[in-house]
C-alpha cells in the first residue's frame, strides 16, 4: 500500500474530527460576515434619544458625561451600570470614543452594552475612533445623524459639535456653531459637547491646528458657552480658560494615558446638576477587577471564542493522533 492511500486511510479514520473543525470554521466565517455586514438597527439614534429625554422640573435636572470608553469592557460596564443604580441623570452623552473603530460591528457591540445596561437616553457625539478606516462617518450618520446637533431642555442649550481628530473644525461647522451660539444667547446656559478640545490642558502640543484652537475658544467666549466637555485625552482634566469653564472626561474605560498620575488619569465619568440657572459638576469614579475585566471581554465575544476554542481543540486532537501514528504512513518529524 503506497503512502497516498494510506493517508487517504489516516484521513477517513479521523473524518468525523476534521469535519467538526471545517464546520466550526464555516459557522465562524458565516458569523463574522454577518457581524461585520449585517444592519445595526438603528438610525438617528440622536434623535431618538433626544425626544425621549425626561424631565420633571427643566430649571432642576442632572445629566451625565463620559468619554473614550472603546475597549472598556468591564469598566464601561460597571459606567453604565453606576449612572443607572444613581439614578440621578435623566440622559447621558458620549463624547466620542465609544467604539474602537467604525464598523458596524463595533457599533452593534456598543449598542447591546447600552440596551443591557443603560435605561437613559444617550446623546452621542463623534470622536476619531468612530470614524471608519478610510475616516469616513458613514456609518455614524446611518446610526446617529448629523454630527452637528442641538437641542434645548427649558433655558439650557446643549451643542453637538463635530469635532472628531486633530486637524481643528472646518468652516462651515464653525459657521453653524456661531450660529447656534448667537441664537442662544437668550437661554440661560450654553454647553458645548466635542471630542478633541480646542486645547491640550497639560500643556502640551497634541492639536494640530492651534489657531483652529485658538478661535473656537474666542467663539466660545464671545457667546458666554457656560461649560465646555470634551475628551480625547484619557484622563480628567477641569478649569477655566478664556473665562470658559472646561471638563475633559476621556476616563470612560479605555487604557489611560499616565497612570502614574492619578490626579488626572483615573476611570469615571461626571455629572453635571443643573439648579436655579447654575450648574455643578460631580466627578463619579469607576472601578472594575482585572478577572472581571477578562471575563466581560470573552463574554461579549463568545460565540466567536466558543468556535474558534473547538476547532483549535479538533485540530490539535486530530494532529495529535496524526503525530502519534507518523511511522504507520512513513512520514517523519
Request: charged share 20%; proline share 3%.
Amino acid at each position: 500500500m503506497n503512502r497516498w492511500s494510506e493517508l487517504k486511510q489516516m484521513l477517513w479514520r479521523y473524518r468525523f474530527s476534521l469535519g467538526i473543525m471545517a464546520a466550526c470554521g464555516a459557522v465562524y466565517l458565516v458569523f463574522l460576515a454577518w457581524d461585520t455586514y449585517a444592519p445595526v438597527g438603528v438610525s438617528n439614534g440622536n434623535h431618538d434619544a433626544i425626544a425621549a429625554i425626561q424631565t420633571q422640573d427643566p430649571s432642576d435636572f442632572t445629566f451625565a458625561v463620559f468619554g473614550d470608553n472603546k475597549d472598556g469592557y468591564a469598566l464601561f460596564d460597571a459606567l453604565l451600570k453606576d449612572i443607572d443604580h444613581k439614578k440621578e441623570s435623566s440622559f447621558a452623552v458620549a463624547v466620542g470614543d465609544f467604539v474602537n473603530g467604525g464598523s458596524k460591528s463595533n457599533y452593534r457591540h456598543f449598542i447591546g452594552e447600552l440596551d443591557d445596561d443603560l435605561a437613559i437616553p444617550l446623546v452621542t457625539v463623534i470622536g476619531n475612533h468612530d470614524l471608519q478606516q478610510d475616516e469616513s462617518d458613514a456609518n455614524y450618520r446611518a446610526i446617529f445623524g448629523t454630527p452637528n446637533d442641538h437641542f434645548a431642555i427649558g433655558r439650557n442649550e446643549f451643542i453637538i459639535l463635530n469635532a472628531p481628530t486633530q486637524s481643528g473644525v472646518g468652516q462651515k461647522d464653525r459657521e453653524w456653531l456661531a450660529a447656534v451660539l448667537e441664537n442662544a444667547q437668550f437661554m440661560d446656559n450654553r454647553f458645548v459637547f466635542m471630542h478633541v478640545p480646542p486645547f491640550d490642558p497639560r500643556g502640551g502640543r497634541f492639536h494640530k491646528n492651534l489657531q483652529d484652537g485658538a478661535d473656537l475658544m474666542n467663539l466660545f467666549q464671545r457667546y458666554h458657552v457656560t461649560h465646555l466637555f470634551a475628551g480625547h485625552i484619557h484622563g480628567y482634566f477641569s478649569g477655566i480658560r478664556q473665562g470658559v469653564p472646561y471638563t475633559i472626561t476621556g476616563g470612560g474605560g479605555g487604557e489611560l494615558q499616565a497612570r502614574a498620575d492619578r490626579k488626572h488619569f483615573f476611570h469615571h465619568y461626571v455629572t453635571a446638576h443643573i439648579h436655579q440657572g447654575k450648574v455643578d459638576i460631580h466627578i463619579r469614579p469607576v472601578s472594575a477587577s482585572l478577572g472581571l475585566r477578562v471575563a466581560d471581554a470573552m463574554g461579549d465575544h463568545w460565540v466567536e471564542w466558543g468556535l474558534l476554542l473547538a476547532a483549535a481543540g479538533t485540530f490539535s486532537f486530530s494532529l495529535a493522533s496524526l503525530w502519534a501514528q507518523r511511522k504507520t504512513i512513513g512520514v517523519h518529524p
